[in-house]
Nanobody, 120 residues
């Protein structure tokens, strides 16, 4: 059973920083893309950032220059460093990973989400 567990959310003032972490555990062959989505109340889920196994990254325009995604392949972890946070970054952030159970079969897995609130 594969699990993704996030940590690091919380309350921060505008302009502040937070670092989210997500750990993948269980039995699997390999992990391809990992990343973060967020969903604010009344809004559609938004892809925030993605990082592939080779290290290439993609970011939503709304977070470019402020957020940095990274991963530790040896620990099966993905991180999201969030700087210069704004009120509009307030959302539930969920990590995801495309995990291969074998060389031929991959499934997307999701964490339970962690709340990030940016407020003074």
């Amino acid at each position: 059973q594969v699990q993704l567990v996030e940590s690091g959310g919380g309350l921060v003032q505008p302009g502040g920083s937070l670092r989210l972490s997500c750990a993948a555990s269980g039995s699997f062959f390999s992990i391809d893309g990992m990343g973060w989505y967020r969903q604010a109340p009344g809004k559609q889920r938004e892809l925030v950032a993605t990082i592939f196994s080779g290290g290439s990254t993609n970011y939503a325009d709304s977070v470019k220059g402020r957020f940095t995604i990274s991963r530790d392949n040896a620990k099966n972890m993905v991180y999201l460093q969030m700087n210069s946070l704004k009120a509009e970054d307030t959302a539930v952030y969920s990590c995801y990973a495309r995990i291969f159970s074998s060389i031929w079969s991959a499934t997307d897995h999701w964490g339970q989400g962690t709340q990030v609130t940016v407020s003074s």
